[in-house]
């Protein structure tokens, strides 16, 4: 298990190699101007005694019960959703995510299908995964994330350009939950937070996700962390976690790309 989890880290490591990324001291004005981030990873929380508690590739059958937990605990999460992945698709969650818009917690992108590392895939390709979630996500709660995390949390200055309009989120503390192995989990979230680590990566697609999110939520209360949204961890404005439709990713994608290759690539759907 830790050898996996060295070759992950690496891989994670090559992946934000040359990227920029903001730390606490460059985030003045998170909160006064949403967007852009200036095309920069954020992997950091800035506001003080906070955890970003943040949880991918859902909606899935364990996210009801960890929208629970939370209630229980009072904590906010972030839910980096996809439009279809582990054999789900998301039209079948629409009560789940407007359960968790009503209870205050953030809906943000994490593509359409997963299927993609977003540093290996072409402009219109990437461009295609996005709205087609954006499209989806406005169908059935009327909202538009201006964040997202990416897949596998491959980078590359290409893809921060093509997502100006985004909020790119990556991660400071992953509990490497994928292998379905608690205590290992508990263990990298332990030493994680001991580090300093404030932007959780954990999975609501795991069958420990209620046992992991219940074990974290402990352990944030003992030290006196409070569990929030990412956005509420950088401080901004909720009303700048979506954008309005028209308002759109897709307007700035074709203003940088006049030939519309967006429009063939969805004709051939190559």
């Known amino acids: ?29 998170v909160g006064i101007s949403s967007l852009p981030y ?33 209630h229980q605990y009072g904590a906010k999460a972030t839910f980096f959703v996809n439009g279809v992945n582990y054999g789900h698709q998301i ?6 995510l407007q359960r968790e818009v009503k209870d205050g917690h953030q809906i943000a992108s994490h593509t359409w299908d997963h299927k993609w590392e977003l ?7 990437i461009m295609w995964e996005m709205t087609t ?39 400071n503390l992953n509990t490497d939950d ?10 990298c979230f332990d030493d994680g937070l001991e580090e300093g680590g404030s932007l959780i ?23 006196n962390i409070t569990g929030v949204t990412v956005g509420d961890c950088l401080g901004d404005p909720k009303e700048n976690w979506y954008r309005k439709a028209g308002d759109d990713f897709r307007d700035s994608f074709l203003l940088q790309n006049k030939e519309n290759p967006y429009e063939k690539y969805i004709k051939t759907g190559l």
């Open 178 to 187: 994928s292998g379905g192995n608690l205590d290992w989990s508990k263990s």
């Open 201 to 223: 990566l954990a999975h609501d697609t795991k069958d420990i996700a209620i046992d992991l999110a219940t074990y974290m939520l402990d352990m944030l209360k003992e030290k």
């Open 119 to 125: 540093d290996k895939a072409s402009n219109e390709t």
């Open 133 to 171: 979630l954006d499209d989806k996500l406005d169908d059935l709660i009327g909202l538009r994330p201006t964040y997202m995390r990416p897949p596998n949390l491959a980078t590359s200055e290409r893809m921060l350009d093509v997502l100006k309009d985004y909020h790119v989120i990556t991660t």
């Open 1 to 29: 298990m830790k050898f996996n989890t060295l070759f992950t880290l690496t891989t994670f490591i090559g992946h934000l190699a040359a990227i920029p990324t903001y730390h606490n001291s460059d985030f003045s004005h």
């Open 38 to 70: 200036d095309k920069q990873i954020i992997s950091a929380c800035t506001e003080p005694n906070t955890v970003g508690l943040a949880f991918d590739d859902g909606p899935h059958i364990y996210t009801d019960q960890l929208l629970d937990l939370l």
């Open 91 to 96: 039209d079948s969650y629409k009560s789940v």
